[in-house]
């Protein structure tokens, strides 16, 4: 990971908040997989409720020098600072988990040979055939196969997750599209832009398609929640993990272990999965 490279095209967001257990296994598992990470420049947006979460998010800027960690003071206006400089933008949140190689600049390369596509979901694929957000199966899209074993499919006709275009938590955009409506937005934390967003997804009907991959690239595992702001949101009903338990295992020298999750093929794009932990830093 290259957040240094001021020539990259493409930044990487990770919004988090007191969760550096799970923000290491999302950097982990980014890194384990993504094949040219030179080619993307990755920043933590993140906020702390104490010294002590403060302290561990200061650890992972050590154990990961090439990502850029940024204390939130003002959501809105550093968000667009750090966006504005790139061509593309991927969104991720702290509980995303990556299963399998991809590339950036594939990705790229996808969206500029495919301008009626409004993004690339790494969350999406063949197998996400279960919503968690509404609880019930999901018929997924008829796909398009293009190259790199991705599939192209219609999201404006699509169901659930497939019709979820513009969200947050693992999608890559043009920022030519996305930039000018997130200056407007009256957006104070992660969870309200991505509401105003999928609430505005009408505003993009000329680009009905969505790239995604065959298999889901990465999922997001909801084993606690650390917002208020969607207090209805679903977390931990599967399996539920304290944010103080897993700071606490996290002095320990405990940390996910990612390469549990390799190959790993989610029925849905948040789906949670039991926590395996190593020892070490």
């Known amino acids: 990971m290259n957040s240094d490279n001021k020539n990259n095209r493409a930044v990487g967001i990770i919004f988090s908040k007191d969760r550096a257990m799970q923000l290491e296994a999302t950097l982990h598992s980014f890194a384990l997989h993504c094949r040219d990470p030179q080619m993307i420049s990755l920043w933590v947006l993140y906020r702390t409720s104490d010294d002590h979460h403060e302290k561990q998010y200061g650890l992972l800027r050590d154990l990961y020098p090439a990502v850029k960690f940024v204390p939130e003071t003002d959501f809105k206006s550093q968000l667009l600072a750090l966006l504005k400089p790139y061509e593309f933008i991927l969104f991720l949140v702290d509980d995303n988990l990556f299963v399998r190689a991809f590339s950036i600049r594939q990705i790229m390369d996808s969206l500029l040979k495919y301008p009626l596509a409004l993004g690339y979901s790494l969350r999406l694929g063949m197998n996400t055939t279960y919503c968690y957000t509404f609880q019930c199966e999901q018929v997924p899209p008829a796909f398009q196969a293009i190259e790199n074993d991705a599939l192209l499919f219609d999201w404006a006709t699509a169901q659930h997750d497939f019709a979820y275009s513009l969200e947050v938590s693992s999608s890559c955009y043009r ?107």
Not at 236 to 256: A, K, N, T
Request: proline fraction near 5%.
């Open 175 to 281: 920022s030519s599209d996305l930039y000018p409506l997130l200056q407007v937005l009256p957006y104070g934390n992660p969870n309200t832009l991505e509401f105003l967003l999928s609430a505005l997804r009408v505003c993009f009907l000329h680009k009905k398609q969505l790239i995604c991959s065959k298999n889901s690239i990465a999922f997001c595992n909801p084993v606690n929640k650390v917002q208020q702001v969607c207090a209805e949101n679903r977390a931990g009903e599967l399996f539920y993990y304290c944010v103080e338990d897993l700071s606490g295992l996290f002095e320990q020298g405990c940390r996910v272990d990612v390469r549990h999750y390799v190959d790993y093929l989610p029925k849905a794009c948040h789906e949670e999965v039991e926590l395996v932990f190593r020892r070490g830093g």
